[in-house]
């Protein structure tokens, strides 16, 4: 019989691996990144040295957000929209790594638009091969140990930052663009901005763009001490226009088939979030069972485009839980309980914003989820 604290800290665990967007790619078929790797020339081939520049960019921890912004920001904002274009059109390869307080995840992504079709690649380089790949709206994760699948996205998400694909129109209502000044980093020249929000219930990023190319080459995740919380960098890139010729062989593979979700947008839940920060609204629910403990839950997902979290309620079954806060990074967990409901509210959230979000729960029956 497990005491109420083991029960809760499977429940986290539970929580965290059902969260987690990690989840790669495998090695069940005949290994399709064959079709794409075919060695492209070296950096010193393809483009000249760029030209000294000076590094200018404050330290993004200690800058002040308080810079004028109002004449400045709409070129900061175009310079963040350059890169979204640039991810999506450029045909390139590049290594990277992702940097946290526990680990270091070197990755290799590449990318092609072909007739007007993305097609990408992500390789995780150390480890367990790992892998994604994307054709068109398809998206299909290859992992030792799991079989094959493919889901629906219209890009991938793993180890890669959500200003990537973010909409900064609509971010411009929550967030200041502030540009930082000049950098070099990857031996480019680059564009440092910072993505600073207008309250303080969320995190906030540093981008260093690449002034020719606009290619994303570091971003860094600050808390509101201006602590980094994980970095994603750049070592090595090269846009390479003959990688659209070896991504193309991607229409000729068979992948593995497409999982389909059902739509569940319109569960009826008795409960909801009396507060959330400006800006987030849901995006999807879903009423399941946890793997690994067989207790049903009922789960909202909510994001403001740059970030996201989800908000689960499950029936507390007669346990005494006591209120846990975990910090993993960018993640936050804040699990309490109310009344006869266990909360728990995951995501990558200020642990302040995660246990005003949990307090602020409200129930509108006394019916506990169940599983379906």
């Not at 790949?133 to 140990?145: A, K, V």
Request: aromatic share 8%.
């Amino acid at each position: 019989m497990r005491s109420d604290n083991e029960a809760m800290g499977c429940f986290l665990l539970a929580v965290l691996g059902c969260y987690s967007t990690s989840a790669f790619s495998s090695q069940g078929t005949a290994d399709p990144s064959s079709v794409v790797s075919k060695p492209l020339p070296s950096p010193a081939e393809s483009s000249s040295a760029p030209a000294p520049v000076a590094d200018t960019a404050t330290t993004p921890a200690t800058s002040s957000a308080s810079a004028s912004t109002t004449a400045a920001s709409p070129s900061a904002q175009q310079m963040l929209e350059r890169m979204t274009q640039a991810a999506q059109d450029l045909s390139y390869e590049m290594s990277f790594i992702r940097v946290n307080k526990s680990s270091i995840d070197a990755m290799r992504y590449r990318h092609a638009r072909v007739n007007n079709l993305d097609l990408s690649q992500m390789l995780q380089l150390d480890g367990p091969r790992r892998e994604v790949l994307q054709r068109g709206g398809e998206i299909s994760y290859f992992e030792p140990g799991v079989e094959p699948f493919t889901i629906r996205s219209s890009h991938i998400v793993d180890s890669m930052p959500s200003v990537l694909h973010a909409d900064f129109q609509l971010l411009s209502q929550y967030y200041d663009f502030v540009p930082v000044g000049r950098a070099r980093v990857v031996d480019r020249p680059a564009q440092v901005v910072r993505i600073v929000p207008r309250d303080d219930f969320r995190y906030s990023y540093v981008v260093w763009l690449d002034e020719e190319s606009k290619l994303l080459l570091r971003a860094d995740l600050l808390d509101r001490d201006g602590e980094t919380l994980e970095q994603y960098r750049v070592i090595s890139y090269l846009i390479a226009p003959e990688l659209s010729k070896a991504m193309a062989k991607l229409n000729e593979v068979a992948l593995p088939p497409v999982i389909t979700f059902e739509p569940q947008t319109k569960l009826d839940m008795s409960w909801s979030p009396s507060w959330l920060p400006g800006g987030f609204a849901e995006i999807s629910r879903s009423r399941h069972r946890l793997p690994n403990v067989d207790v049903p839950v009922e789960s909202k997902l909510y994001s403001d485009g740059l970030f996201s979290f989800t908000v689960y309620v499950s029936p507390a079954e007669g346990r005494n839980i006591r209120e846990q806060l975990v910090r993993q990074g960018r993640r936050t967990v804040q699990a309490e309980q109310q009344g006869q409901y266990e909360v728990t509210v995951v995501g990558e959230l200020p642990p302040a914003t995660a246990k005003r979000i949990a307090h602020g729960v409200k129930f509108a029956g006394s019916s506990a989820p169940t599983a379906q």
